[in-house]
């Protein structure tokens, strides 16, 4: 065999393996537009789940109105580099469509292929090609792919599709790297797939397409023309956005809520308390949440400890992590997040621009971490002090929202995912007790009076 030979055999070689390897992911405009049915078709019979996605987030991935700003930025700084890129999770089939998903779609019929991540959509993902980053193989058509190996419809074929029964299938977009550099931008696949929830075999759906957390079953029919069944998915995923659906759904808002107060717990313990101060440790636990709090767009989310520490009566002594009158946490608290810097050293929050993850101090699944607290006395305080540290959550920063919003920006709502209340005897010299005296006399009186009665 000559050279020229060699090669021409190794280009072939080559060509092969790559195209059975890649049988790549469904690309931009492969598919004609219209060939997925709108969610209002699928929930004429699956009522239920139609109104649990309606509110949801999968519902507003693509008209979310803060998502679409952050394309249009990440578009314009990128010379559009981004436009199908950002797309293949936000809007997914107007990506397999090729519809420009820059005009926010309103969740009606005739957009069905602007609107976010819907029924037809998930339900006609037949496997994927690598790890996150939307490569799913879609395959729009008439048969469906689910849970069941004994469903029958008289509207669609249905196929059982272990894919969908597992963490797997949300990995597709639930795990994201930079389109350009590769940094992780979204781990939470990754950290499940570390954590214990991973090992004893409990999915994401598990905890996201249950009524609540805790893993209730959730009994009932899918339609009313099917059999009653041990479990039907509830479709609200709820994760921790209470910014958005606070806009769009006062159901999933709360829903939301309850799943940041089921995720952590709090323990707070004096460590030690002199005359000028008290030392206190206070513990989180990640209790509940099969992946790190927070997780997700984690370089936006915030997660802090709030100390306020109040004398007899009742006024701040000294405090952390409150927020300002701009709506900014106090410098110096400790936030659980991830901080990711720009080419330039800066840090970036906008995901675009992310070039290296500088730190990532957030709280892994059924791991605690244990922050010391001091709390300075003002001189002479004998009283009782008494200790409220809440941990706290928002979406996103004030000053990041004020900024890219302009000046018509909204408050972000916070939620108190835990608190724990303690109170510490102040100074343990001086005067012992001056309580002590009282009750003594007290106690005096009291032998006093029933002694006459006698
Ligand atoms: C993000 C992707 C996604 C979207 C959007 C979605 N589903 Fe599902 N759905 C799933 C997954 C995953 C399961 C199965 C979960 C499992 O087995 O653990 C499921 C289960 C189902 C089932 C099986 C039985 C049941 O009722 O639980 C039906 C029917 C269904 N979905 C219909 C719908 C309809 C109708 C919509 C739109 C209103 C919808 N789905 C939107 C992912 C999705
Ligand atoms: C005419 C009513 C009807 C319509 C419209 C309908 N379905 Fe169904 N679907 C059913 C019935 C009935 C079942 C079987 C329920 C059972 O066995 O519990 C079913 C089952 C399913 C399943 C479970 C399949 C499995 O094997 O696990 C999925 C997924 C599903 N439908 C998705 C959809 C989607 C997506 C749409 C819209 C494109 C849709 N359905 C429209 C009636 C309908
Ligand atoms: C086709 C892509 C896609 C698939 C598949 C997918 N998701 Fe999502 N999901 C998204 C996008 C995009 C958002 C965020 C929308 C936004 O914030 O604008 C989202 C949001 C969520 C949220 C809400 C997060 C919050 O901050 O409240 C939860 C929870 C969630 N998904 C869970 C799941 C689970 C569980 C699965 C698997 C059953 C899944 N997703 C599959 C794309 C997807
Ligand atoms: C053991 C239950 C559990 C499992 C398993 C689980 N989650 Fe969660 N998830 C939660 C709880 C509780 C929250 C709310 C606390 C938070 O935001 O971290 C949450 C929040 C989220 C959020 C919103 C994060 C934010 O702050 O914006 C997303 C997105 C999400 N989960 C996706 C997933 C995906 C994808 C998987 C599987 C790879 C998964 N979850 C597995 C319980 C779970
Ligand atoms: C691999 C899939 C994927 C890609 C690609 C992707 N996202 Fe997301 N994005 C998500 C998921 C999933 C969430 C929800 C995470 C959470 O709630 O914490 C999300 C959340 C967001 C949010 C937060 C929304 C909110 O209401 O808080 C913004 C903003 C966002 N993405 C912008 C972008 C932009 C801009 C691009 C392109 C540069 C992009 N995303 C590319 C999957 C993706």
Same mark, same amino acid.
């Given at each position: ?8 055999? *190794? ?60 394309? /249009? ?6 010379? =559009? ?10 809007? $997914? ?19 069905? &292929? ?32 689910? $849970?069941?190996?004994?469903?029958? &419809?008289?509207?669609?074929?249905? %196929?059982?599709?272990? *894919?969908? +029964?597992? &963490? ?26 570390? /954590? ?30 099917? $059999?009653?069944? !041990? ?19 006062? #159901? ?16 707070? #313990? ?9 030392? *206190? ?12 709090? $927070? ?10 400890? !709030? ?14 992590? %409150? ?14 997040? &991830? ?11 906008? !995901?675009? #621009? ?9 709280? *892994? ?10 709390? %300075? ?26 900024? +890219?919003? =302009? ?8 939620? !108190? ?38």
């Amino acid at each position: 065999m000559n050279s020229f030979q060699y090669i021409f055999l *190794l280009t072939i070689c080559i060509a092969v393996i790559s195209t059975g390897t890649a049988s790549a992911q469904t690309g931009f405009g492969e598919f004609e537009e219209g060939v997925f049915s709108a969610p209002q078709v699928c929930g004429s019979c699956h009522t239920q789940n139609f109104e649990e996605w309606y509110g949801s987030m999968h519902a507003a991935s693509n008209s979310d109105p803060f998502y679409q700003l952050m394309f /249009s930025m990440a578009s314009n700084d990128t010379l =559009g580099a981004v436009d199908t890129y950002c797309p293949r999770c936000h809007s $997914p089939a107007s990506f397999v469509t090729g519809i420009d998903s820059k005009v926010p779609a309103t969740i009606d019929i005739a957009n069905a &292929s602007e609107m976010g991540v819907y029924c037809d959509f998930c339900h006609t993902i037949k496997s994927k090609s690598g790890m996150g980053n939307g490569l799913y193989i879609s395959t729009p058509g008439t048969t469906k792919f689910g $849970p069941w190996d004994d469903a029958e &419809s008289p509207y669609h074929g249905a %196929r059982y599709s272990e *894919l969908h +029964t597992q &963490s797997d299938f949300c990995s597709i977009c639930h795990y994201q790297t930079h389109s350009e550099n590769g940094v992780v931008i979204q781990n939470t696949f990754q950290e499940w797939l570390d /954590s214990p929830y991973s090992e004893e075999g409990t999915q994401c759906q598990d905890c996201h397409m249950t009524p609540g957390p805790g893993f209730t079953r959730n009994p009932g029919q899918s339609t009313l023309i099917g $059999p009653v069944r !041990e479990h039907i998915w509830t479709h609200n995923t709820a994760g921790g956005n209470i910014f958005q659906t606070s806009l769009q759904s006062p #159901k999933h808002r709360a829903l939301a809520v309850e799943m940041l107060k089921g995720a952590a717990e709090l323990e707070m #313990k004096t460590k030690q308390v002199t005359d000028e101060s008290i030392v *206190l440790a206070v513990t989180v636990s990640n209790t509940g949440a099969g992946h790190s709090i $927070p997780t997700g767009s984690n370089s936006l989310r915030q997660v802090w400890l !709030e100390v306020t520490a109040t004398n007899e009566d009742g006024e701040v002594i000294d405090s952390s992590g %409150r927020l300002d009158s701009a709506g900014n946490i106090d410098p110096g608290t400790i936030i659980y997040g &991830s901080v990711y810097h720009d080419a330039s050293g800066n840090v970036a929050l906008k !995901e675009w #621009k992310a070039a290296s993850l500088v730190s990532d101090n957030r709280i *892994l699944a059924g791991t605690s971490v244990t922050e010391d607290f001091e709390i %300075r006395l003002p001189q002479g305080n004998a009283g009782p002090v008494k200790v409220i540290v809440r941990l706290l959550y928002r979406t996103v920063p004030q000053d990041f929202i004020d900024e +890219t919003f =302009g000046g018509a920006a909204e408050n972000v709502p916070l939620v !108190e995912m835990a608190k724990e209340e303690l109170t510490v005897n102040g100074a343990t010299t001086g005067i012992p007790g001056f309580g002590i005296v009282i009750s003594v006399i007290v106690m005096g009186i009291v032998f006093f009076l029933f002694g006459r009665r006698n």
